[in-house]
């Protein structure tokens, strides 16, 4: 059984610092996720097309998650409605790749968050806080968790799902 353990970082530096000690502890790429607001992109979502989103180049544009989204593989900048734009990285980025309806929460829904807890995150993001989620094994998330709170990380939580 998978976990997910998600927090909010409210500075970038933050995050930062949080996903390199998990990639120290041992988390790879494949179970770390980021998501903020490109903050360089502002409001632009008519200039954005919904069509177009695709995650699998593994660029990042914006500064919005500076050296965070250099950290993670396959970041890349999304548009979703009623956020904007938004950098994403890691698996959580994948369930937010073409999400049309339902914006961010509808992504952590898929990715086995509570739809109430998703929508406060969808909050936090559009606030201007980095959501900072860890997929990983039972065994794992005390240390997940710790090092979020460790950084400054606010609304930790986790969630079991059936992988």
């Given at each position: 059984?998978?976990?997910?353990?998600?927090?909010?970082?409210?500075?970038n530096s933050q995050a930062e610092k949080a996903?390199?000690?998990?990639?120290?502890?041992?988390?790879?790429?494949?179970?770390?996720?980021?998501?903020?607001?490109?903050?360089?992109?502002?409001?632009?979502?008519?200039?954005?097309?919904?069509?177009?989103?695709?995650?699998?180049?593994?660029?990042a544009t914006g500064g919005a998650i500076g050296?965070?989204?250099?950290?993670?593989?396959?970041?890349?900048?999304?548009?979703?409605?009623?956020?904007?734009?938004?950098?994403?990285?890691?698996?959580?980025?994948?369930?937010?790749?073409?999400v049309i309806t339902g914006g961010i929460a509808?992504?952590?829904?898929?990715?086995?968050?509570?739809?109430?807890?998703?929508?406060?995150?969808?909050?936090?993001?559009?606030?201007?806080?980095?959501?900072?989620?860890?997929?990983?094994?039972?065994?794992?998330?005390?240390?997940?968790?710790?090092?979020?709170?460790?950084?400054?990380?606010?609304?930790?939580?986790?969630?079991?799902?059936?992988?």
């Amino acid at each position: 059984m998978e976990t997910i353990v998600i927090g909010v970082m409210p500075e970038n530096s933050q995050a930062e610092k949080a996903v390199e000690a998990m990639r120290k502890k041992g988390f790879g790429d494949n179970e770390i996720s980021i998501v903020a607001k490109d903050q360089e992109q502002g409001n632009q979502e008519e200039d954005l097309s919904f069509a177009e989103q695709n995650l699998s180049d593994g660029t990042a544009t914006g500064g919005a998650i500076g050296g965070v989204a250099g950290l993670l593989m396959g970041a890349g900048a999304l548009l979703i409605p009623g956020v904007g734009p938004i950098i994403a990285a890691g698996p959580l980025a994948g369930a937010l790749t073409g999400v049309i309806t339902g914006g961010i929460a509808g992504g952590l829904i898929d990715f086995g968050i509570p739809e109430e807890r998703g929508k406060h995150y969808e909050e936090k993001v559009k606030e201007g806080n980095i959501l900072v989620a860890v997929k990983t094994n039972e065994e794992k998330v005390d240390s997940a968790a710790s090092i979020l709170r460790q950084y400054g990380a606010e609304d930790v939580e986790s969630h079991s799902q059936n992988s």
